[in-house]
């Protein structure tokens, strides 16, 4: 593996868990993927399709997330907003989020 692949590779290591923390977190109000792709990108965070779909698909399997249709306004758009599970889930991250930038932040201002 050369080494732009294996920064490359750290990098998406550590965005995986940054990116689920922060669907989770846009997710009070539901909101349907094109919105969240949106919405991630004006924030800095910018996250394709391929990756945000199947992760909205595994954390809706997971139980953190309903999904419901909307068919009345022109265009069919799915909409996914927390469940119960899913803003306990999302309130332990954010918990583990804080410990952890701290802690990260002590190291690499050190």
């Known amino acids: 593996m050369g080494r732009e692949s294996f920064e490359a590779s750290l990098s998406m ?3 995986r868990g940054t990116i ?3 669907v989770l977190s846009l997710l009070d109000k539901p909101a349907y993927g094109y919105h969240l792709t949106a919405e991630l990108e004006k924030r800095g965070l910018p996250v394709e399709g391929n990756t945000l779909y199947p992760l909205l698909r ?3 399997s997971q139980g953190l997330l309903d ?3 909307d068919t ?3 265009k069919p758009r799915k909409y996914y907003c927390l469940t119960d599970e899913g803003r306990r889930v ?3 991250m954010r918990q583990e989020w804080q410990a952890m930038a701290e ?5 690499l201002t050190r």
């Open 103 to 107: 802690a990260v932040d002590a190291i």
């Open 72 to 74: 009345d306004s022109g």
């Open 13 to 15: 290591e550590m965005r």
């Open 67 to 69: 999904s419901s249709w």
């Open 58 to 60: 595994r954390l809706s």
């Open 90 to 92: 999302r309130d332990a």
């Open 20 to 22: 689920v923390l922060c």
